[in-house]
Structures are given as C-alpha cells and as structure tokens.
C-alpha cells in the first residue's frame, strides 16, 4: 500500500497518475528541504569569514597550533621554534625559523593536518591558518540543518537550530581561530548525523520483513554509515583525546537504538537478538574504524624514521630503538604482570610511550591560568576566555573617544542561548524519562558524553571554550523546545499563533543578544565605554 493511499481515502484520489503527479512535487519539497539550511550557512559563512585575517596576530593558542601545522607540512613532524618566532612570522619581509629539532606536542597530529590545508592554500599567514576553521565551522552549520531535519522531521526545526548555531558567540569565535576544538566539534556532530542515517536506514531494512519474519531473525548487513561514524569519531580523537569519550557515548547509544530496533520489529528477545546480530558488527564497525583512523593520523611521525639523534623525526620517534621492552607495570592506576615486547616493532613500542607522556601531561597539567574555569560553570558561561586584548588610544585607528577604546576577542558564548539551552535540557529530561523520546535521549547522549567527563578533571587546567563542541546539541535542544512552543499537529489555529509568535520572539532575542555582542567576538575597535556595558559580570574582565 502507498503512502498517498494510507493519507487519503480512494474518492478522494486524484485523477492523475501517481508518478506523473508526485514525481515534481517531490523534487520541489527536495528542492526546499535544502534551500533553507544552505541559506543559514551562506550567512553563517559571511559571519566566518568576513575580515577573517584580522587581527593579524597570534591569537590565544594559536602561538602553538599553527606553527605545529606548518611544521607538519613541511617535515612530517612537529619541529622546534626559536623564541620570538611569532614576530618573525608576521613581519614584513615574513621570517619562517622552523628548525628541524623535535619538539614535545600534547595532542594528536590529525587537527593540525586540517589546519595545514588552508596554510598550504594561503600559506604561514592569520587567514591561512584560520581558513579550514572557518570553513568547517560554515559546513557544520549546514550539516545542523539537514541533522535537525532529519531528527525532528521539519525543516524549519533544523533550520532553526542551525540559525542559533550561526549566532552562537563561542562557535564564532573558534570558527575564527587557529585552534583545535573548532576541527573536533566537525567530527563529532558528522560521526552523530552518520548515526542517524544509520538508524533510518536499519529501521527500513526492518519494515521491508516484517511482514515474513520477526525481529529475531533480520540480518542488517552492511552499515556503511556506522563506518562512516566510527571514522568520524576517530577523527574526533585524533584531534583532542576527549573524543574517546564521545566514542564511548555513541557506541552506548547505537547499541540502544539497535535494541529498540528489534523490539519495534517484533523480536521476542530483543537484546539477545541485539547483541548476538548487531553488537559485535557494531563493535567492529565504530571501535576498530575508529582506531583505524586514530592510528593513520600518526602515520607521518611512525615514517620519519630517517636519521637518528634529535634530528631523526618526530618527537621520541627512536625511543624504544635500543630497547628490548617490556609491558607497562600498570594501566589506569591497575598493577599488571610485566612480560617482553620485543616482538612489537620499535615505531609502535615508542608511540605507546610517547602516549604515555601525554597522557600524564594531560591528566596532571594544573599550572594556574588567569582564564582557566570550572565545568561546572561553562553552561551559563561563568567565565569567558580573552583570547585576544589591546587598548587602542583615542585618535588611532579610529577611536574617537576621549577614555580610548579596545579591541577584544571574547569566548562568549551568545548568553540568551545559553542561559535558554539549560532550560531546553531540563525539558528535554522530562521527555526522556516520562515521554521516552528517543531524540530527546538522543541529544542528552551527546551532551553527556561531551560534557560530563570535563567534571572528573577538578584540579586540572581548563578552559570554558572546550565547550564549543558541545554547541551545536544545546541548538538541537533550544530548537527542539521551540518546536514544542509551536503546538502539536492538529491543535487549534490561535494556538499555533501564539506558539509561534512566542518561539519567534525567543529567536530574535538571541539574534539581538548576538548582534549587541558581535564586537567582542571580531576584535572590533569600540570605545571602553561601549566594551564595559558588555561586561555583564565581574569574572567576564
């Protein structure tokens, strides 16, 4: 039976023929159904890439990050710079001091690599070095649209929460820098929207048998999108090792929409069926892809083994060349039994070690940071991280005001957006617990598995704008609590009014809260007056 006759009744089918009726139609709804969210991020994109190598400096972290990229691109490995490196790179003529010395690097190569890409298009320059930023930044943008979509079943929900993401302060912000988390929060919400096309696709291939056999039975086959997820999320690591813990987080979640799966078809034993047919593929398909992909992000330091000494590659790359090895005595805090390695080759074995170091660099780093901030915090951004500051004195580059003015970038998350997203995640827990919403459970997966491990990390050095990843969920919610304003399907007319009068009212405010603070997030030369007015609170200076 059709979809056209379950929707209307056979007096009320139309004389022309299905395909000749429904085939225009449907390429106008697919038309439109992408229209709106490339609008959203045609705009977002403006908002990215606008004056995009202003200030022409080192802004935050960008003193490591960028330099790192470059030295990957030209010698396959992080190298050493001499100490006033960063002026030379900006002056004019540009000076490029990379020496070939190893350095010692806290986070993965892969994000670097990314960032390499506009360096290699644009070369060692502030736009180079921010171009892939904000280019993912505008495709994550248009990847929300078409998620929301696919989540909530309504364009102009996706729409609206790719919007909010657009007007995000903090997404803006790290979409206009040189850094890592912008790059990771790509990979996580590409990794999420691969799940979902996952889950679509195998509720599908369980109503194509329902009606011969149970959901005991069904063989799903090959998932190609749950690869395509598990790559994400190795990629995602590969960036910043809290991936790891989203990794974990979408692998409890899609083992979940598995069961649930089976029970909808009809399974008698429905997590029997799960985890004998789905968890071990699954396992497979989302671990080892992921480690897969994590590995080949090392794949030019495991090759740079010419030469030897502090020369012969990458940072510890010759470590375990005269060694014989043996396990690791412990793991997480476990005593283990110590056997030899040397059946393992030495890249491999020394590798492992230089994990180790950073592993213990990351867990342990608790040096004090003027911007450095507690999780619990980040939500209704109790502190902001100044990435960028310079006080402009009246009568220089256009400041006309007799107190001076400053030029500032600003982690600030847009406030109204925030503050709402912690009302959207209190009603999206009650769908969950009392209405069992599935996309309700969904987002809270995410937000879980990006935020909750930040929380056992109380005596280390962080930093609110980890949470840009975090970002792109908190739109899913407000957007999806929007959505509830409007009403269900089928209530009356003035309520549908008022719903929509209210979510657009919402809308807007965050739109004007993003405008009024826009200045701190692109370094614009405003008088202190006008900079002190944004300063909400105290722990923003």
């Known amino acids: 039976m059709t979809q056209a006759a379950l929707t209307h009744p056979p ?39 606008w004056n995009l190598g202003y200030p022409n400096a080192f802004v935050f972290d960008e003193t490591y990050y960028p330099k ?8 396959g490995y992080e190298g050493t710079w001499p100490e006033h490196a960063n002026e030379q790179i900006l002056a004019v003529p540009q000076q490029i001091p990379l020496t070939p010395a190893p350095e010692f690097i806290a986070h993965p190569p892969l994000g670097k690599w990314v960032i390499s890409l506009g360096e290699w ?51 803006l912000v790290m979409s206009r820098v040189g850094l890592l988390d912008g790059v990771q929060m790509f990979f996580v919400l590409a990794a999420f ?4 096309i996952d889950r679509d696709h195998a509720r599908a291939r369980l109503a194509a048998v329902l009606p011969d056999r149970g959901g005991d039975t069904v063989r799903l086959g090959w998932r190609p999108w749950r690869i395509a997820a598990g790559a994400c999320l190795g990629a995602a690591a590969g960036v910043k090792w809290n991936g790891v813990m989203v990794l974990a987080a979408f692998g409890v979640l899609t083992v ?9 078809a009809g399974a008698r034993r429905p997590w029997r069926s799960m985890l004998r047919r789905d968890a071990p593929p699954a396992f497979l398909a989302t671990v080892g892809t992921a480690f897969v992909v994590y590995l080949g992000g090392w794949a030019s330091w495991l090759s740079t083994g010419g030469g030897s000494g502090a020369t012969g590659g990458g940072f510890d ?43 213990d660099f990351n867990t342990g780093l608790s040096s004090p940071h003027t911007y450095q901030s507690n999780p619990f915090s980040w939500l209704v951004q109790g502190r902001p991280v100044s990435m960028y500051w310079e006080q402009v004195p009246a009568g220089q580059r256009g400041c006309t005001a007799s107190g001076g003015c400053a030029a500032q970038i600003l982690g600030l998350g847009t406030p109204l957006l925030w503050w709402t997203a912690c009302f959207a995640l209190v009603y999206l827990l009650w769908r969950w617990a009392f209405r069992r919403d599935w996309r309700s459970g ?31 969920f908190l739109c899913l919610a407000v957007a999806q609590m929007l959505g509830a304003m409007l009403g269900p399907e089928g209530c009356p007319p003035e309520r549908r009014r ?10 807007l405010a965050i739109m004007a809260c993003f405008a009024f603070f826009y200045p701190l997030y692109t370094a614009e030369v405003i008088p202190m007056s006008s900079w002190q007015d944004r300063m909400w609170f105290t722990s923003w200076i």
Do not use: N
């Open 121 to 171: 298009g644009f070369g060692l320059h502030p736009f180079g070095w921010r171009f892939m930023t904000a280019l993912l930044g505008t495709v994550t943008v248009l990847m929300l649209a078409r998620i929301g979509r696919r989540l909530f079943g309504s364009t102009l929900i996706g729409c609206t929460a790719a919007l909010l993401m657009a007007v995000d302060g903090l997404q």
């Open 317 to 359: 790359r010759h470590w375990a060349d005269d060694r014989a090895g043996l396990s690791p005595d412990s793991f997480l805090g476990v005593p283990l039994p110590r056997f030899p390695m040397g059946w393992v080759p030495a890249p491999l074995r020394s590798l492992w070690h230089y994990h180790s170091q950073m592993y």
């Open 68 to 75: 790192d990229a470059w030295s990957l691109l030209k010698q």
């Open 442 to 472: 969904a987002v809270l997966c995410a937000v879980a598995g990006i935020y909750l491990p930040w929380f056992q990390y109380q005596e280390r050095t962080v930093f609110s704008f980890y949470m840009v990843v975090l970002v792109p």
């Open 11 to 49: 007096s009320a089918a139309p004389a022309v023929p299905a395909p000749e009726r429904r085939g225009p139609l449907r390429l106008a709804a697919a038309r439109s159904d992408w229209l709106g969210p490339i609008a959203v991020a045609l705009f977002a994109g403006l908002l990215r890439f």
């Open 256 to 264: 979940l929409w598995d069961h649930s799966g089976r029970r909808w």
């Open 193 to 196: 929207g691969a799940l979902l």
């Open 498 to 507: 008022i719903g929509a009068a209210g979510a657009g009212l919402v809308v």
